[in-house]
């Protein structure tokens, strides 16, 4: 069984950066795409961006140029490095793995516990 554990959140102001990390266990994290997803209050959670197995990445127009999405197989975790963040960035981010066609509809079955990111404007 997959499990996943998001950290690296908090408290930033507008126009500056922060770093996700997500630790994978139960699937060799180098061997499936890797999407992260965020989800404000009352609102559906969606995927912000993924890494497939063969290193190229795609984001959704309103993180790309800002997000980027990095992994060490050897430590089994993913990142998100996020830059000139905005306030419309807060939300609780989330990771996940598995196909590309599930990572865009968002349709797994458990989640971590997620990490809060804050932006202050």
């Known amino acids: 069984q997959v499990q996943l554990v998001e950290s690296g959140g908090g408290l930033v102001s507008a126009g500056g950066s922060l770093t996700l990390s997500c630790e994978v266990s139960?699937?060799?994290?180098?061997?499936?795409?890797t999407g992260w997803f965020r989800q404000a209050p009352g609102k559906q959670r969606e995927w912000v961006g993924f890494?497939?197995?063969?290193?190229?990445?795609e984001f959704t127009a309103a993180v790309k140029g800002r997000f980027t999405i990095s992994r060490d197989n050897a430590a089994r975790k993913a990142y998100l490095q996020m830059i000139d963040l905005k306030p419309e960035d807060t939300d609780v981010y989330y990771c996940?793995?598995?196909?590309?066609?599930?990572?865009?509809?968002?349709?797994?079955?458990?989640w971590g516990q997620g990490t809060q990111v804050t932006v202050s404007s």
């Open positions: 996940n793995v598995g196909l590309v066609s599930i990572i865009r509809r968002g349709n797994f079955r458990s």
């Open positions: 139960g699937i060799i994290i180098g061997m499936t795409t």
């Open positions: 890494l497939r197995i063969s290193g190229s990445t």
